[in-house]
């Protein structure tokens, strides 16, 4: 690996990069997933202003339990996916592009407000970026 990082040392740093970025985002997902699951009315309550009633805490849960485990998922992916990496990192990109638009759409609609959404629409649209960057060949 050293060998082949000194032959192409931007490369080898772009695929750190991307490394990184997959472990950052899990962790991140990781982080919203527990606090939905757990935090359920405090998480929709500052994420959306929405009153949190049981049926959105439940559902909640249901989205915490997606995020953890696709937060797992993107921690993982630098160690099995090996020269993969990059196709699964522009699938990342398009997600993300999706989470973006989405959150934007929302914001813009008056359905959601407060700094949770925002902070939301600015990290998701840091990642698609990122994602985009790191996994181009």
Not at 9 to 28: A, H, P, T, Y
Not at 92 to 117: K, N, R
Request: net charge neutral; proline share 2%.
């Amino acid at each position: 690996e050293i060998s082949a990082c000194l032959v192409g040392s931007e490369m080898c740093i772009r695929d750190r990069n991307l490394s990184l970025l997959f472990k950052i985002q899990g962790v991140v997902l990781i982080v919203n997933g527990l606090g939905s699951l757990f935090l359920g009315s405090i998480w929709i309550a500052l994420g959306t202003g929405w009153e949190a009633t049981p049926d959105l805490i439940t559902f909640g849960q249901f989205t915490g339990v997606v995020l953890f485990v696709v937060g797992i998922w993107s921690w993982r992916f630098p160690d099995i996916a090996a020269e993969n990496l990059k196709s699964i990192g522009m699938l990342f990109a398009f997600g993300s592009l999706l989470f973006t638009g989405i959150i934007l759409f929302h914001i813009v609609t008056g359905v959601i407000a407060g700094a949770t959404p925002y902070v939301n629409v600015v990290l998701t649209a840091l990642f698609t970026l990122a994602f985009y960057i790191y996994s181009r060949s």
